[in-house]
C-alpha cells in the first residue's frame, strides 16, 4: 500500500490540491461570481474522484469507473463555464442543450463497459472544449474590453482548459489502446498526462490568485 502513495503518478495526482488551497484563501471574493464558482467545483471534484478512485484501486476494483463518472460531470461544468463566459444571447437555451447532453451521456455511460474508457465521448467533449477555449480568446481579442489579460481569472482559466484538452487528447482518444502497450510505454504516456495534468493545475492556481475583489481588468 505504501508503494501506492509513493508512486510518482499519484504523487503528481495530488497537484490538484494546489488551485484547492489557493482557492480557498479567496473563496469570499470569487464565490459571488458564477464562473468562478464552477471553476472551483470543477477543482473539488476532481479531487474527490481523486480519493473514491484510490480508495477503489486500494480494495483491488478497477477504478475506470471513477474516471467516466468524472468525466460526464466534467462536461457539465467546464460546458456551463463556457456558456457564463461566452455570454450568448439565448443562455436559458443552451443550458438546457448542455443538461440533455449531459443526460445523454450518462444513458451512454451506463450502458458502457466499466473495464475501459469511453473513448469516443472524451474525444468529442475534448474538440468542443478547444474550439470553445479558441472561441473565447477570439472574442477577447475582437471586443478588446480587457485592459490587462494576465490579471483576468477567465483568462487563466480557460488557458488551463485549453492548455489540457489540446496536450491530451490523443493520449485519451487512445487510452483503451495503449492499455495493450507494453507496461513502460504505457508508463511514459500516463506520465506525460500527469505532467499536463500538473501544468493545467498551475494555470488554474494563478487564475484564482488572479480572483482580488478591486482588481482592474
Known amino acids: 500500500m505504501l508503494g501506492y502513495f509513493l508512486n ?33 467545483n470543477y ?6 474522484s481523486l480519493i473514491i478512485g484510490t480508495l477503489v484501486a486500494l ?13 460526464i460531470v466534467e462536461f457539465l461544468i467546464i460546458s456551463l463555464f463556457f456558456i457564463e463566459i461566452l455570454r450568448p444571447k439565448k443562455k436559458k ?10 443526460l445523454g451521456l450518462c444513458i451512454r455511460g451506463l450502458s458502457h463497459a466499466n473495464t475501459s474508457f469511453d473513448n469516443f465521448s472524451i474525444t468529442i467533449k475534448s474538440i468542443i472544449f478547444i474550439f470553445l477555449s479558441i472561441t473565447y480568446f477570439s472574442k477577447l481579442m475582437r471586443e478588446q474590453i480587457i485592459d490587462n489579460l494576465f490579471a483576468y481569472p477567465n483568462f487563466w482559466f480557460n488557458t488551463g482548459i485549453l492548455v489540457y484538452f489540446s496536450s491530451s487528447i490523443i493520449i485519451m482518444a487512445f487510452s483503451n ?9 504505457q508508463k511514459i504516456l500516463w506520465l506525460i498526462h500527469s505532467f499536463i495534468n500538473l501544468i493545467c493545475y498551475i494555470i488554474f492556481a494563478i487564475g484564482f490568485y488572479k480572483c482580488k475583489l478591486k482588481q482592474k481588468y
Open 59 to 71: 480494495l483491488g476494483h478497477h477504478n475506470i469507473i471513477v474516471g467516466n463518472t468524472f468525466s
Open 8 to 40: 510518482v503518478y499519484f504523487i503528481l495526482s495530488l497537484a490538484v490540491l494546489i488551485p484547492l488551497f489557493i482557492g480557498i484563501t479567496e473563496i469570499k471574493i470569487f464565490w459571488r461570481i458564477k464562473e468562478f464558482r464552477l471553476i472551483y
Open 177 to 185: 489502446y495503449f492499455f495493450n502497450l507494453s507496461l513502460e510505454a
Open 93 to 102: 437555451t443552451y443550458q438546457i442543450m448542455v443538461c440533455l447532453l449531459t
Open 43 to 48: 477543482i473539488i471534484i476532481d479531487a474527490l
